[in-house]
């Protein structure tokens, strides 16, 4: 086979990253996007560990047809059972057993025999087996377990049905030779081994897990597991991005494909970005603000000669906007839904006026109208379209005489305005005081951060905070040309999603 299969685990594995929680709607619309770049499998979940992962892995298989939808499961028979409720309407139904392999885990955790362990894969799989034809099976921390014992355990899942095998790299120990060397052996020594599709799921402790895919995929491997952005468990996964391009770049050395459309990259990233709350660092390959961007007169000169002088992709091969073009204040509502449809939105006519008017408000207060002024704008709208609690209007005064107060209108679940003020130890304080003193919810912030999204004076803020609500932790976002609004919209997005949450569990 010369194409890799790219299962993405966003929603799973992802999801595990800490703080990175996503709702139902939200997994949702970020399984539409990964649908619309093309992945092959989508490990939508882990039904059986909560109520919410098990209704958003039965939304997503009703509702994303293309790609193959999977979910993972304990090797334990009514677990199995149970994940099968939640993907059985998906158009091609995956299920997906992980079982621990290395001898630490066995002995430590498990408790249990090698033998032991094989008779459970082997049940489990069997099981599995009986509600469809489309199996992986994970040796979870196969890099640290005995390869002899690998071989075993993967010829007897085969043989039990399953059509993956998974080889992670779980705790992200191993050095990419090593990793392919243990895929070459698993050819070499699995005799059954042309019955099923091999599969790598890397972890990024030691920062090698795109590199240990990338080995794995050159003995052999046909499906790489990854995430959007690289997120995951600890130091996260292996990052979609980085080995679809490093494929599709290195086609002279790989000799492979994949089914991703790579100009919906920049946006997904954007998207995941935004629901987890997890920013992207600027260096960080393929998406990174500064991954196209060249500073060194040496290297500008060579761009604008030849950008193959210093570029090793197109940015638009990726998607990333060109930042050439801005809008103003004169621009007028074609040019922006133009923009906007090139930036790959597709609004209706209600959103699209929305839209026009936030944006004919920011172009008052700034010049230039970026590409990434535009996303920040759209994402703004889109977060708050099903809010219960919307900002209606602040008043803040702050300085260094004085204490600062705050003064908060907002517009409640019931269509009412409501309003209260407090006094605080910054603006901030204050704000969050006035604020609570309306919603009444208890949590503590315990994350706050500003970023401006383009250069300049009248750049928008972007606002992103945590707040922790009996052990869960709930991300907001907002954005405004003044960070003191931009943090009162990502208090109360964090508030209204502590809410629904609350409202589906009580
Ligand atoms: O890291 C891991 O081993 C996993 C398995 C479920 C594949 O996430
Ligand atoms: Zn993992």
Known sequence: MDRVIIFDTTLRDGEQAAGGTLNVQEKLEIARQLEKLGVDVIEAGFPVTSPGDFEAVRLISQEVRQPSICVLTHANIKAVDDSWEAVKGASNPRIHIVLSSSDIHLFYQLRKSRDEILKMSCDTVARARKYCDNIEFSAMDASRTAPEYIYQLLKAVIDAGATTVNVPDTVGYAMPNQFGDLIDGVFKNVPNIDRAVVSVHCHNDLGLAVA??????????????????????????????????????????????????????????????????????????????????????????????????????????????????????????????????????????????????????????????????????????????????????IQVTCGDQGVPTAAVRLVGPDGKMKEDASLGTGPIDALYKAINRIVRVPNSLTEFTVQSVTEGIDAIGEVLIRIESDGVTYTGRGADTDIIVSSAKAYINALNRLIAASRKDG
Do not use: W
């Open 212 to 393: 240990n895919s990338l080995e794995a995929i050159k003995h052999g491997a046909r499906q790489v597991e990854c995430t959007i952005n690289g997120i995951g468990e600890r130091a996260g996964n292996a990052a979609l991005e980085e080995i679809v391009m490093a494929i599709q770049t290195r086609s002279d050395f790989f000799d492979l494909t994949t089914n991703v459309n790579t100009t919906q990259i920049y946006q997904t990233s954007r998207l995941v970005s935004d629901l987890t709350g997890f920013p992207v660092q600027p260096n960080k390959a393929i998406v990174g603000g500064n991954a196209f961007r060249h500073s060194s007169g040496l290297h500008v000169d060579g761009m604008i000669k030849k950008p193959q002088t210093f570029e090793i992709m197109d940015p638009k091969s990726v998607g990333v906007p060109s930042s050439s073009l801005v809008l103003g204040k004169t621009s007028g509502r074609h040019a922006f839904r133009e923009r906007l449809s090139e930036l790959g939105y597709s609004l209706d006519d209600e959103d699209l006026k929305r839209a026009f008017t936030t944006f004919k408000e920011l172009a008052d207060k700034k010049k230039d109208i970026t590409d990434r002024d535009i996303e920040s704008l759209v994402a703004e709208e889109q977060r708050t379209i099903s809010e219960e609690y919307h900002l209606d209007r």
